[in-house]
């Protein structure tokens, strides 16, 4: 069983659409996490969601909004796709909020954006 | 603002030769974590190794090794007897302590080729 699940795998869509991408996790994880990572492969926090309060909210234009129903889903909806908007979307979950424990990722999401 | 450079972006090898990937790091916390993911050509994310502040001892795993030295800022991995599977890009990343959020800062990644 796919500990941490996202879908679809791939997204490909036209400027302007709107699309939602979904994350799961059966780890019995607390917190959960969307990371972008860009055409040169830099990885950068998004949002984190800790038992589905939003507790990290980095520069993210307000096209992105992630919505938790429930500690395990933690999905990703963004208005009014650019062209930027093209890359690897990664959910993530983790046992608690702190610094100390490790992300366990997702397999991601390309987004491409035409 | 904590920073983490590897400032390796690709190394090639060939099968069987040692290799190591720098990382150095940047904080003004005392407690911190780093760690290592490695992103196959799949695409996914695979953790490594997760390494506190306070402890300063050398890892191994199989061929894979880690030195952390708090005085210079750095956390090497060392992949010993490389093989082809070990091609990928490798991920450093550094976490604070008590942060809201487990925010991990990402180095650029080093892609690694290893050569038959």
């Known amino acids: 069983d796919t500990a941490v699940s996202q879908t679809p795998k791939y997204l490909v869509t036209q400027m302007g659409n709107d699309k939602s991408i979904k994350c799961e996790q059966n780890?019995?994880?607390?917190?959960m996490y969307w990371y972008k990572q860009d055409s040169k492969k830099f990885l950068k926090i998004m949002f984190s969601?800790?038992?589905?309060?939003?507790?990290i909210n980095e520069t993210v234009p307000n096209r992105f909004s992630p919505k938790s129903p429930d500690k395990a889903h933690l999905n990703l909806h963004i208005n009014s796709l650019e062209l930027g908007d093209s890359a690897v979307y990664f959910c993530a979950s983790s046992p608690m909020s702190r610094g100390s424990v490790s992300l366990y990722f997702g397999s991601g999401t390309q987004l491409s954006v035409l | 603002a904590q920073k983490v450079t590897q400032a390796q972006t690709e190394i090639s090898v060939v099968e069987k030769e040692d290799v190591t990937l720098d990382c150095v790091y940047e904080t003004r916390d005392t407690t911190y974590y780093l760690f290592w993911y490695k992103q196959p050509p799949s695409g996914e994310l695979v953790f490594l190794i997760r390494r506190n502040s306070f402890d300063e001892q050398n890892e191994i795993s199989g061929r894979y090794s880690w030195n952390f030295q708090k005085s210079t800022s750095s956390f090497n991995f060392t992949i010993t007897a490389s093989q082809v599977v070990d091609s990928a890009v490798y991920f450093c990343a550094l976490s604070e302590y008590g942060t809201s959020g487990s925010r991990l800062t990402f180095g650029e990644g080093t892609q690694l080729t290893v050569n038959p």
């Open positions: 969601y800790n038992n589905k309060e939003l507790i």
């Open positions: 780890l019995g994880h607390d917190t």
